[in-house]
């Protein structure tokens, strides 16, 4: 399987083209205009077919707080950015046949005094707030096991915000105010597709 990405400003091809994986790397300079279009087209590497339903992300690389931005590709396995920032991208198709592996969080919470916590709820959100909607798929909740371990599996990649709370109420996810307290205690972890990655959490105070 792979995927191709062009950039295009002030209607002049720039430069791209490097492809692996699903994982196209954008880069061009305009000089008409600030913003343009990345377009492209996933396709099955054995058959040649489009691949239609595919999850594209894309990142601007170098940014100390990187949004990201997604689309679908259509029925042709195309799929477009409009009004996109000059400047180098990472673009990434998310599919099962494209991503080898699930993306992965593992980690272990402990209290104070080095306990496993499993009385505590971890949280994963989305460092961009564009995400915080009800029901979004990046915003996830776990209960860590006796030993204080916990798994988020099928994370779509993205820099998250990882925490953990003792309690919960029904709908507190889609409640904005109480993902600005989460954010406020949370620690950001970087997930790119296909990747395992481990995050500890310590809770500052033992509980009794």
């Known amino acids: ?3 191709s990405a062009l950039g295009l400003l002030a209607g002049i091809f720039a430069v791209l083209v490097y492809q692996t994986a699903g994982v196209a790397k954008v880069a061009w300079h305009g000089q008409q205009s600030s913003t343009g279009m990345i377009l492209g087209r996933v396709v099955d590497d054995a058959t ?23 689309v679908i590709t259509n029925e042709r396995g ?41 009385d505590y709820h971890v949280f994963i959100l ?38 953990a709370v003792t309690d919960v109420e029904p709908g507190d996810l889609d409640d904005p105010g109480f993902l600005d307290l989460l954010a406020g205690s949370a620690r950001p972890v970087p997930l790119g597709a296909g990747e395992a990655r481990v995050r500890n959490l310590q809770i500052a105070s033992a509980r009794d």
């Open 78 to 118: 195309r799929f477009l950015y409009r009004d996109v920032e000059a400047g180098v991208w990472r673009v990434v198709a998310e599919h099962p046949a494209l991503t080898p592996r699930p993306t992965t969080l593992t980690g272990l919470l402990i209290d104070a005094l080095g306990r496993p916590a499993p």
């Open 1 to 3: 399987m792979r995927s």
């Open 48 to 70: 040649g077919q489009p691949m239609a339903g595919v999850r594209v992300t894309r990142w601007r690389l170098g940014a100390g707080n990187p949004t990201q931005h997604e």
């Open 126 to 163: 989305p460092d961009d707030r564009r995400w915080w909607t009800a029901g979004n798929r990046r915003i996830r909740q776990a209960r860590p096991a006796q030993d204080g371990t916990f798994e988020f599996v099928g994370v779509p990649p993205g820099t998250y915000l990882v925490a």
